[in-house]
């Protein structure tokens, strides 16, 4: 079973300021409008409603987290998880690019997705979600912009790839590996990046998308042990008598 199944509802913010003090790994999710991001978290976590698809695109204005691992605190908060147990956390941003959002609040998404990709210690990957039948709009493209220089790795979820036929589907990949091949970091060296070509209608790619998350959260690795608690030493007469 994956363990991204696992997700449940951790927070959601709207602010820099507001972002949880975790210290465990984060994948943000990141996509235009109507791309498909919301679906292809609800069908990678095995899940219906986990990430909010709202009908009117462009309307889901936060930063929304899901963590992974972590037991729930008591029977009657469900909603409350143990914060030392959280293994790793799925970010979803808000989706860019949607004519009919206010100019304040497009501004706002922008300073707050470019400043979180950027600063955010704790993130370490970006999983950029692309509708395959379109090219890359100019915001996905700032988002790589932004992100790029950071030398973390990105994957790349190409979606709706049922709705083309294999020779279309061929070249959206060949076209995304191209423009993803482009970009460098910091110091010059190409930027880390992954792609594939994916469909929530027909399952196709979940088990490569799901690995390559797994992967970059740290979660094929080991669950860290808690330390031993230290037991007291035994008591001096007892080990006299013992060695009598």
Same mark, same amino acid.
């Given at each position: 079973m994956s363990q991204l199944w696992q997700a449940r509802f951790f927070t959601t913010v709207n602010h820099l300021r507001d /972002?949880?003090?975790?210290?465990? !790994?984060?994948? @943000? &999710? #990141?996509?235009?409008?109507?791309?498909?991001?919301?679906?292809?978290?609800?069908?990678?976590?095995?899940?219906?409603?986990?990430?909010? @698809?709202?009908?009117?695109?462009?309307?889901?204005? %936060?930063?929304?987290?899901?963590?992974?691992?972590?037991?729930?605190?008591?029977? %009657?908060?469900?909603?409350e998880t143990r914060v030392d147990e959280i293994r790793g956390l799925l970010v979803d941003l808000p989706g860019y690019g949607?004519?009919?959002?206010?100019?304040? #609040?497009?501004?706002?998404?922008?300073?707050?997705?470019?400043?979180? =990709?950027?600063?955010?210690?704790?993130? @370490?990957? /970006? =999983?950029?979600? =692309?509708?395959?039948? *379109?090219p890359f709009t100019e915001l996905d493209i700032q988002m790589l912009e932004w992100f790029a220089p950071t030398g973390k !790795?990105?994957?790349?979820?190409?979606?709706?790839?049922?709705?083309?036929? *294999?020779?279309? #589907? $061929?070249?959206?990949?060949?076209?995304?590996? $191209?423009? /993803? #091949?482009?970009?460098?970091?910091?110091?010059? +060296?190409?930027? !880390? &990046?992954?792609?594939?070509? &994916? +469909?929530?209608?027909?399952? $196709?790619?979940?088990?490569?998308? $799901?690995? *390559?998350?797994?992967? /970059?959260?740290?979660?094929?690795?080991?669950?860290?042990?808690?330390?031993?608690?230290?037991? !007291?030493?035994?008591?001096?007469? @007892?080990?006299?008598?013992?060695?009598?």
């Amino acid at each position: 079973m994956s363990q991204l199944w696992q997700a449940r509802f951790f927070t959601t913010v709207n602010h820099l300021r507001d /972002l949880p003090g975790t210290q465990v !790994p984060e994948i @943000a &999710f #990141a996509g235009r409008s109507n791309a498909g991001k919301s679906t292809a978290i609800n069908v990678l976590c095995n899940q219906k409603k986990l990430a909010f @698809a709202s009908k009117t695109p462009g309307r889901t204005q %936060h930063i929304n987290y899901f963590s992974i691992g972590g037991a729930h605190v008591g029977q %009657h908060r469900k909603d409350e998880t143990r914060v030392d147990e959280i293994r790793g956390l799925l970010v979803d941003l808000p989706g860019y690019g949607y004519a009919e959002v206010s100019g304040n #609040a497009k501004l706002h998404w922008q300073a707050l997705l470019g400043d979180y =990709v950027q600063r955010r210690a704790q993130l @370490a990957a /970006l =999983v950029l979600i =692309v509708d395959s039948r *379109r090219p890359f709009t100019e915001l996905d493209i700032q988002m790589l912009e932004w992100f790029a220089p950071t030398g973390k !790795p990105i994957h790349c979820i190409l979606t709706k790839s049922d709705k083309l036929n *294999r020779n279309d #589907a $061929t070249n959206a990949l060949r076209q995304a590996q $191209t423009i /993803l #091949a482009s970009y460098v970091m910091e110091d010059g +060296s190409p930027c !880390p &990046f992954t792609v594939q070509l &994916f +469909s929530a209608l027909k399952r $196709t790619g979940l088990d490569e998308a $799901t690995d *390559r998350i797994e992967t /970059l959260l740290g979660l094929n690795l080991p669950a860290p042990e808690q330390a031993a608690p230290d037991l !007291p030493d035994a008591p001096q007469a @007892a080990d006299d008598a013992a060695q009598a």
